[in-house]
C-alpha cells in the first residue's frame, strides 16, 4: 500500500510540475508584452518591435517613419501625453499570421487615445507595422 501511495504521490507531482506557468505564458504573448511598455510609457522597449518601416499616426499626423524616426515621435508623444493607463479592448490574429490589437490609452492629464496596433511575423518574431493614437 505505501509503495502505491508513493506512486500516485510521484505521479501527482509530476503532473502537477508538468503544467505550464500562467505568467511564462504572457511572458511570451507579444500582446500583452506590447501592452506593457505602453502602459509604462516606455519608448524603447515599444520601438524594439517596430519594423525598418512604421506607419504611425499620432492624433491627425500620419505618414510612415523608419524605425529611428518614430522611436523619436512617439518620445515626444509620451513626453506630451505621459501614460496613466493602458487597456486592450480587443485583440486577434489573421489567416496570414499577422497579429493586432485595440486598445485605448489614457494619459495622466486624462487625454483618451483610441489605440491600434498590427504586427507582421518575419522570421519567427513579430514586428510593429502600424500604430495608431487617434
Known sequence: MKIFLSFVLTLFLAVAQAQPDPKADAKTDVIEEISNHIKAGEVKELSAFFDVTVELTIQERENSYSKAQAEIILKNFFNKYPAKSFKV?????????????I??????NDT????????LEKNGH???????FE
Not at 89 to 101: A, I, N, V, W
Open 89 to 101: 479592448m480587443h485583440r486577434g490574429s489573421s489567416e496570414k499570421g499577422g497579429k493586432y490589437l
Open 112 to 119: 483618451d487615445f483610441r489605440t491600434s496596433i498590427v504586427l
Open 103 to 108: 486598445g485605448l490609452f489614457v494619459s495622466e
Open 126 to 132: 513579430y514586428y510593429i507595422q502600424q500604430l495608431r
